[in-house]
Nanobody
Framework: QVQLVESGGGLVQAGGSLRLSCAISGRTFSSYAMGWFRQAPGKEREFVGAINWSGDSTSYADSVKGRFTISRDNAKNTVDLQMNSLKPEDTAVYYC????????????????????WGQGTQVTVSS
């Protein structure tokens, strides 16, 4: 079993930055690719970005490309989402997710690829 716990959410003004962190426990973290998703009120959960287990390959949704960066520290069992130039439309609950991927692939946007999920952390961007 893998447990994921997100932290770092909060309230920020438009144009500001936040850094989310996801702590992973329970299994060999380095075998898991990681993704970030978000869900705004009344909307479906959407893909934000993902990183392979070695941390040298990432993918991002077009809506966040150039503003958000995913990184991971396999020694600390954490994956971070650095969010810059935040917009009100970035307001959502943000979730990290783990995808068992020994082939070291970057997972895609399909949430059903992912095996484990965190409980989410709220990000609110005021205009």
């Amino acid at each position: 079993q893998v447990q994921l716990v997100e932290s770092g959410g909060g309230l920020v003004q438009a144009g500001g930055s936040l850094r989310l962190s996801c702590a992973i426990s329970g299994r060999t973290f380095s075998s898991y690719a990681m993704g970030w998703f978000r869900q705004a009120p009344g909307k479906e959960r959407e893909f934000v970005g993902a990183i392979n287990w070695s941390g040298d390959s990432t993918s991002y949704a077009d809506s966040v490309k150039g503003r958000f960066t995913i990184s991971r520290d396999n020694a600390k069992n954490t994956v971070d989402l650095q969010m810059n130039s935040l917009k009100p439309e970035d307001t959502a609950v943000y979730y990290c997710a783990a995808d068992y991927s020994p082939a070291n692939l970057v997972p895609g946007a399909n949430q059903y690829e992912y095996d484990y999920w965190g409980q989410g952390t709220q990000v609110t961007v005021s205009s």
